[in-house]
């Protein structure tokens, strides 16, 4: 618009600067190249500058476009009509003066169109002012000011309400475009930050709003913006976002096209959602950006200690569940302890009988006897076992701790373990690796292990040994290529009276595992069916500085 009036007030000055009637009469229609174009370019500055851009529409602009390029038309072609100046004649009194004009119909029409859009501009302007806010009352005033300013200029002229020497409208646009633009930009900001309806940042919201333009300065904030940033509006507008704002914003959160993208933020020791909205322009430029911050330091409480209340109840489940799991272990402890007692007297005294009789009878006993006195032996055995595990389970295991070979235990359990000829022992344990445990428990361990190994191949197969240390112990795993065990069998293989075969209390791993976890290690469990099982016992390092006896040759290349 600035070059508009330029175009008009250029023409006026060059028409009064000329001399003749052809070069008078030209520049005077040339100034109708600038004239049309303020009316419908300020309307839609003003449309703009208030927000209503929902009204600049194609068909709008194609609308406001008519009467301007009608005037442009009739003007250039006056002489065959005269609409526009129905007499043109020169100042007879002055040269220099402008032409003394009668105006014809076209003429007073554009004129009321003219009116009419500035009027409208002035309406928009003066309902801006009531509504906004302090803030920008000295931007709108000079907004109402620059339009009807030149407006009463052009009535006093053209309705001869005032005598003047020439028509001054566009050194009046003119004037005050350059001073809006030139002078003390920096409080005014017109044309720069545009005011934002309180239709769209309401002071009521509990939120923190905070309005941008596309430079990311601050247009506005209400009241809990306010409060949450330390800023009032007025400290605020024209700021860069980040001077307002303890953490910067990523400018892909707010670009053309992306709405309510959120992320949590923390400002004065409060935690926010913070979500960056984009609006858009009817020619889809970034028009603004408005960041809304909620208050969720609360919230965000709440499903902490909901969280950690569903926690403490899981937690509280568990130990609970151990807690009955540790009292029923107990039960069973007690059950055994007296069934042991109660059972060991009459084995006893049935092994002494069996003694009796077959040291009585000697030579004379039959073979069928001898089967029969054999089977008594072996059941007696058996059940004293099952006695002993009883008894074993049902006291506190206490260690008799001692440094030795890893390998010289393995050794030893193989030993004393049948193992057909079938099965092949594979024994990679270190011959360097020492531990410091009760040995003659964790044989026991190991070889209750291997024997469930090689019950597990009654084809055959291969076991292998193996040694690996960790930080504060020593890794040995037994690994077979037996049948396997379902997944929910091997949940329950730890768990006393629990087996899976057709002989036993199902007492000897739960006592392993009583035995490895005395020692302060571990003992778990992995298996497929079909492909293998392997058991892998923890326990601790000997340690160093202490001179073990070498291992045995023999049990140093025990495969």
Not at 189 to 216: A, F, Y
Not at 284 to 311: A, P
Request: charged share 25%; glycine share 6%.
């Amino acid at each position: 618009m600035i070059l508009a009036s330029v175009v008009w007030a250029v023409s006026l000055a060059v028409e009064m600067a000329s001399v003749t009637f052809q070069a008078k009469v030209f520049w005077s229609k040339v100034q109708f190249v600038g004239w049309v174009i303020i009316p419908a370019g300020w309307l839609i500055y003003t449309l703009q500058y208030t927000g209503q851009e929902k009204w600049i529409t194609h068909r709008s602009l194609l609308l406001l476009s008519i009467a301007p390029l009608a005037t442009l038309l009739l003007v250039f072609t006056n002489e065959t009509h005269r609409l526009i100046y129905s007499h043109v004649l020169m100042n007879a009194e002055n040269p220099f003066a402008p032409l003394d004009l009668t105006y014809g119909l076209g003429f007073w029409g554009f004129l009321w169109y003219t009116y009419t859009l500035l009027i409208f501009a002035s309406l928009m302007s003066v309902q801006l002012l009531i509504y906004s806010r302090h803030l920008y009352r000295r931007q709108v005033t000079a907004l109402l000011v620059t339009t009807i300013v030149p407006g009463l200029s052009s009535a006093i002229f053209y309705f001869e309400l005032e005598p003047l020497p020439f028509n001054v409208t566009p050194l009046a646009y003119l004037v005050v475009s350059v001073i809006l633009t030139l002078v003390n930009p920096s409080r005014l900001h017109l044309g720069d930050i545009v005011p934002v309806t309180r239709e769209i940042v309401v002071d009521g919201m509990s939120d923190g709003v905070i309005v941008l333009d596309e430079q990311s300065r601050v247009v506005d904030l209400n009241t809990a913006a306010q409060k949450l940033t330390g800023y009032t509006a007025k400290e605020a507008v024209g700021r860069p976002v980040e001077e307002v704002l303890t953490f910067n914003i990523d400018p892909t959160e707010s670009a053309p096209g992306l709405h309510d993208t959120g992320k949590e933020v923390v400002l004065r020791h409060r935690i926010y959602d913070m979500r960056v909205s984009a609006l858009s322009d009817w020619r889809g430029r970034l028009h603004c950006k408005v960041i809304v911050l909620r208050d969720i330091t609360e919230s965000k409480r709440i499903k902490e200690l909901r969280h950690y209340s569903e926690r403490l109840e899981e937690l509280v489940e568990e130990r609970t569940k151990e807690l009955r799991e540790a009292e029923r272990m107990a039960t069973i402890g007690e059950l055994a302890a007296m069934v042991g007692h109660d059972l060991r007297n009459p084995l006893t005294g049935i092994a002494g009988a069996a003694y009796y009789l077959k040291a009585k009878w000697g030579k004379k006993i039959d073979a069928r006897a001898k089967e029969m006195f054999e089977i008594i032996e072996k059941d007696i055995e058996y059940s004293n076992k099952i006695i002993n595990d009883l008894s074993d389970y049902s006291r506190e295991i206490r260690l008799e701790l001692e440094e030795t070979y890893l390998r010289k235990i393995v050794a030893e359990a193989l030993a004393m373990v049948e193992i057909p000829k079938s099965v092949r022992i594979v024994n990679r344990t270190k011959a360097s690796a020492r531990v410091r445990v009760d040995v003659q428990k964790m044989k026991r361990v190991f070889i209750n292990i291997i024997k469930n190994a090689v019950d597990a191949m009654p084809e055959g197969g291969k076991l292998t040994i193996e040694s690996k240390e960790t930080k504060g112990g020593l890794c040995v795993s037994f690994t077979d290529t037996g049948v396997g065990i379902p997944q929910e069998v091997a949940k329950k293989l730890w768990k006393p009276l629990f087996t899976t075969k057709a002989t036993g209390m199902g007492l000897g791993l739960s006592i392993c595992k009583r035995i490895v976890e005395a020692h302060e290690g571990s003992v778990s469990l992995e298996s497929a069916e079909g492909k293998g099982t392997t058991v892998t016992v923890t326990v601790p390092l000997a340690e160093l500085g202490h001179k073990l006896k070498p291992i045995p040759r023999a049990v140093r290349l025990r495969p």
